[in-house]
T-cell receptor, first 113, second 111 residues
């Protein structure tokens, strides 16, 4: 059974460019989470969805960040324009309703130059 | 702001020893407590969860919860070099489905 899939695994871009991160949750999971991890701030929840609906986006750092979940099997996190301080590892995780285990994807390592 | 605090470490223990990792939390209404392990360059994976006061054992791992003192700990018996990783504590507040993660404790098990 495939786990959470994220793409790309690595992204290097220049400041000001648009970055789109993609996530496919585990089939049947109805919660999807986007996290950002840095050495300075640890693992931060950016936004989460339930049944494709954004529930809490209070962790999204600013308007440059946006996330969508057009269907149960796909979500995107977009940064436009990107800045060097956005450099981090971005994780997507999913979980099943009633279950408290979050399954994390492999992460996208983003470097903004 | 619901806080989850962990000593960043590194905690260094010899192979075969008991490693003790601690976590404190601020929300007294917290209901569920989790320990995730994260190897360098990898994603977090759940290794244990605990809901009730006391101890919960799973193989070499024991989670301990003390709600009165608002701390949760993870003991790793017979530590192995393969246990070297960062251990993240996560706490789910009452009334919320979403856990708050601590920043993790780095564990090094040396041969």
């Amino acid at each position: 059974d495939a786990g959470v899939i994220q793409s790309p695994r690595h992204e290097v871009t220049e400041m000001g460019q648009e970055v789109t991160l993609r996530c496919k949750p585990i089939s049947g999971h109805d919660y999807l989470f986007w996290y950002r991890q840095t050495m300075m701030r640890g693992l931060e929840l950016l936004i989460y969805f339930n049944n494709n609906v954004p529930i809490d986006d209070s962790g999204m750092p600013e308007d440059r960040f946006s996330a969508k979940m057009p269907n149960a099997s796909f979500s995107t996190l977009k940064i436009q324009p990107s800045e060097p301080r956005d450099s981090a590892v971005y994780f997507c995780a999913s979980s099943a309703s009633g279950g408290e285990t979050q399954y994390f994807g492999p992460g996208t390592r983003l470097l903004v130059l | 702001q619901k806080e989850v605090e962990q000593n960043s470490g590194p905690l260094s223990v010899p192979e075969g020893a008991i490693a003790s990792l601690n976590c404190t939390y601020s929300d007294r209404g917290s209901q569920s407590f989790f320990w995730y392990r994260q190897y360098s360059g990898k994603s977090p994976e759940l290794i244990m969860f605990i809901y009730s006061n006391g101890d919960k054992e799973d193989g070499r791992f024991t989670a301990q919860l003390n709600k009165a003192s608002q701390y949760v700990s993870l003991l790793i018996r017979d530590s192995q070099p393969s246990d070297s990783a960062t251990y993240l504590c996560a706490v789910r507040p009452g009334g919320s489905y979403i856990p708050t993660f601590g920043r993790g404790t780095s564990l090094i098990v040396h041969p």
